[in-house]
């Protein structure tokens, strides 16, 4: 592994199935602000195509072609956050596979660790909380989160933070995503890129990734190491 010096996650959809929580917690910000909106799961699965919670509630209000202004999009938003913490600690989350392993043997390895979401940060609270127990700083040297970047994935904005303040060069870094858009970031950023799909990125093409496969484990990433070799032997 050397040359190897961080492995950078992403939240939703990486660490664990978020997915459905989050559109739960839309749904019932429709019902409080008395919207006559509602999200199906195919209709989500459409609508992550854009990243970011305000952006999403953005196009749909587009498409719907509902009078809703930018302050009522982000009082929406803001609800929803409340709404999706509160379902992550009553109904909890559990980690995807192989997440805890690769966590811990970053941690042995001396590997920094990383979070670069477009999540926001109250939410990766609410899941460090609910999945791992412990406080999101406890367990990653740094946290690139939503909305301290101008562009939101695909654009590679988030991904540049979590490398400038974790002082590692892209080449140094594994980025873990599960999306297009997450695949398609981090490779703008020049990240290798292994990537897993969720439940909600089952249809994604993620052929930009470096390698892929159903789910995460420590194999996949001790193959990864000696695949990427050339990459991690400065
Ligand atoms: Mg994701």
């Known amino acids: 592994m050397e040359g190897l010096k961080a492995l950078i996650f992403d939240v939703d959809g990486t660490l664990a199935e978020t997915e459905e929580l989050h559109r739960q917690a839309f749904n019932r910000t429709f019902q409080d602000f008395g919207l006559d909106w ?18 999403r ?96 994935k695909p654009a590679p904005d988030v991904y540049l933070l979590a490398l400038e303040r974790l002082e590692v060069a892209a080449g140094e870094a594994i980025a873990f995503e599960d999306s297009r858009i997450g695949v398609l970031s981090a490779k703008a950023a020049g990240l290798r890129v292994i990537a897993a799909p969720s439940l909600y990125t089952t249809s994604d093409r993620l052929d930009e990734a470096d390698l892929t496969a159903p789910a995460l484990s420590l194999e996949l990433v001790r193959e990864a190491s000696a695949f990427f070799s050339g990459a991690f032997s400065g």
């Open 38 to 55: 509602h999200w199906s799961v195919d209709t989500y699965r459409d609508l992550l195509k854009t990243a970011g919670g305000k952006e």
């Open 57 to 152: 509630l953005r196009v749909w209000r587009d498409r719907v072609g509902a009078r809703v202004s930018d302050a009522t999009i982000t009082e929406l938003h803001k609800e929803k956050t409340g709404h999706y913490g509160r379902l992550m600690s009553e109904a909890g989350v559990r980690l995807r596979p192989g997440i805890a392993d690769l966590m811990d043997f970053a941690r042995k390895n001396g590997l920094k660790r990383a979070i670069a979401t477009t999540t926001n940060r109250p939410n990766v609270d609410a899941l460090c909380l609910a999945a791992f127990g412990r406080p999101a700083q406890d367990l990653f040297d740094t946290i690139a989160a939503g909305d301290e970047v101008p562009a939101k």
